[in-house]
């Protein structure tokens, strides 16, 4: 089966709902809120970044909503928006289950990574998030943006707190015990810093280069609106990406760096590094969502 749009009740928004199509009743699920960027909208980013696409293989539960904030451009911003993406994380739990949530993780590219980095500093989602996927949505111990990133253009009017203080290059330090996986293009930052604090908070060893992701297929989707340079984005193509861990940290948090070779911010996900970064989401340590007493 395909994607099912499912209603959001209270607010009657719609939003991409994937599970398994032979889930079973009692199995369990990693759940993912994948969050769009900012002028972008939930379709676009259930190609972006499809983890859904994985989600027989994995036994994903994954929901893509898209924000109602419209001015300047569609963001997440409002109480609304917020109510609906709590009232979606409560759906969820109520569908399948709490005790079957055996982790649950904030996926946002850009606005969406720097709208998830604001949620975490909430008791709501402290409480509930086992880890946190940045798509070019801001590192914990900041990736400088290139000056070419904004070139062309003007830089978004986005109030900041509307993102906790966040940008694409900078993230705040969570107070929340999570993973960490940040994912950008190389044509967006200055360089990737070989230190992390979030692996420093867990004693994790020196950053160690894994064998890059090689993918011969291109992405399903890239920002025809505009052509702001290669910093932004240019149309998608296959590609080779490296990936960093962090090893042994800590209550065996995963905490990892991916620079797409030769990508921008906008190109959307090929199907072998999607598929990598889901197996790194898998395979980290859950079960805030099981632990939570029953209402």
């Keep these: 089966m395909g994607s099912i749009l499912a ?10 709902l ?14 993912i809120l994948n969050l769009h960027g900012g002028g972008s909208h939930g379709i676009w980013q259930h190609q972006y970044f499809p983890a859904q696409d994985y989600k027989e293989k994995y036994r994903l539960a994954v ?10 451009f569609r963001h997440w911003a409002s109480e609304a928006d917020d109510a609906t993406l709590q009232n979606i994380v409560e759906f969820i739990c109520q569908k399948y289950g709490k005790n079957r949530i055996r982790s649950f993780w904030l996926a946002g590219h850009s606005q969406g990574g720097m709208t998830s980095n604001r949620l975490l500093k ?17 590192r914990i111990g900041p990736a400088e943006l290139r000056p070419s990133f904004f070139a062309g253009r003007e830089r978004p009017k986005i109030n900041l707190k509307d993102s906790g203080g966040a940008s694409p290059g900078k993230a705040a330090i969570p107070d929340c015990e999570i993973s960490f996986i940040f994912a950008t293009g190389e044509l967006e930052i200055v360089a990737l810093p070989e230190t992390s ?28 609106r505009a052509d702001w340079g290669p910093s932004w984005g240019r149309e998608a193509r296959p590609g080779t990406a490296q990936v960093y861990i962090y090893p042994n940290a800590r209550d065996n948090r995963i905490i990892a760096d991916i620079v797409r070779l030769d990508k921008g911010h906008t190109e959307g996900l090929e199907p072998k590094i999607t598929e990598e970064i889901i197996k790194m989401m898998v395979a980290a340590p859950g079960g805030k969502l099981m632990t939570l007493p029953s209402r």
């Design 7 to 16: 209603v959001e009740e209270k607010s009657g928004r719609k939003y991409f």
């Design 18 to 31: 994937d599970d398994p199509d032979d889930l079973t009743a009692e199995e369990p699920l990693v759940f």
């Design 63 to 72: 929901a893509t909503p898209t924000a109602a904030t419209a001015e300047p």
């Design 122 to 138: 909430t008791d709501f989602y402290a409480g509930r998030v086992d880890g946190w996927l940045s798509l070019s949505g801001g």
């Design 197 to 224: 604090p979030w692996a420093e908070k867990y004693g994790a060893g020196p950053r160690k280069r894994m064998p890059d992701i090689v993918d011969s297929e291109k992405g399903q989707v890239w920002d025809t």
